[in-house]
């Protein structure tokens, strides 16, 4: 009997992960789309400037990820000090998941802020370029299209005309 009830908490656990790492891409498209297409353009602005026109590593945009950090850091300490509120350890989980997700496919596939991978080929792979090649294409806070970045819309995955020649 113990063992069924552990073995339910744990699937409850890794159910409660991976739907956090599911919703945080709505969250983190609302966030693109109405927080930093918004008025936290004055943060986000310089991550859509032409990489000659930065200055140093660092952009003001990666501020964001200190931001995100916050709920994940108090879902771990709020989660972890009560077995009633054990849940939201796992919610905190899902964020830190959905966070490295983020930063490996953002900046380090996509911007090639890190040299770790340069070159995925997929369909999925190039459908997620192509969004965030047209989310780029637009440098001023409106306007903006492709403001998520797992859930790729369809008309991605066709290939461009430049691609088919």
Known sequence: MLAEKQIFM??????????????????AWL?????????????????????????????????????FAIPSAASYMIGSMSESYSWLFFVGVGIS?????YFLIHDVYIHQRFSWFKQ??????????????AHHSKTGKEDGVSFGLLFV????????????K
Request: hydrophobic residues 40%.
């Open 10 to 27: 744990i699937l409850t656990n890794i159910l409660i992960t991976l739907g956090t790492v599911i919703v945080m891409e709505f969250v």
């Open 153 to 164: 819309h369809p008309k991605y995955f066709k290939k461009s005309s430049k691609e088919r």
């Open 97 to 101: 998941i959905y966070g490295l997700i």
């Open 31 to 67: 966030a693109h789309k109405y927080i930093m297409h918004g008025w936290g353009w004055d943060w986000h602005e310089d991550h859509h400037k032409p990489h000659f026109e930065k200055e140093g590593f660092f952009e003001k945009n990666d501020l964001f990820f200190l931001v």
């Open 120 to 133: 995925l080929d997929s369909p999925y792979s190039r459908a997620i370029l192509r969004a965030h090649g």
